[in-house]
């Protein structure tokens, strides 16, 4: 009897995480996990940060009052909110079954980020991009909960 193929699922990814030199310093998180499930399924990969138009390298941010910021002080918000807006229409036309996102990001952070002072503050609220996908009912998951979850498998 033929064995039935498994379904791949259809993941958005946040692209550091796939190893693209796309984070602020020009550097990546890559990540073992995340790479051995885009061997097995269909991944896209998104750098919101990038999709916004900001280059990279480029001076870290945080979100202070609902507002991004620059460590200098520039009002890059912006910028931020196009790259939301566009990952976001990319999931609506794609309809991906899962979202993993880079941990405590201001735009990918999906259960924490720092708080706007630059001083390592952690605060439990969403990145820009991360929120705008939850409002619209995207599954978002946090890069440190698929390792958690991928422990769990191993017991
Ligand atoms: S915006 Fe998201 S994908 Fe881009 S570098 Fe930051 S955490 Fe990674």
Known sequence: ???DKKRKMKIMVSACL????CKYNGGNNRNE????????NEVITVCPEQMGGLPTPR???EVRDGLVITKDGRIVDAEFRSGAAKCLQLAKRLQ???????SRSPSC???QRYDGTFTG???DQAGVTAQLLMENGFRCLDVEDLVTVQRGFKR
């Open 18 to 21: 796939a190893g693209e030199n």
């Open 96 to 102: 991906p079954d899962l979202i993993i996102l880079q």
């Open 59 to 61: 001076v870290p941010s």
């Open 1 to 3: 009897m033929k064995k």
């Open 109 to 111: 952070g999906v259960k």
């Open 121 to 123: 503050t952690l605060v």
């Open 33 to 40: 996990i995340v790479l051995k499930l885009m061997a097995d």
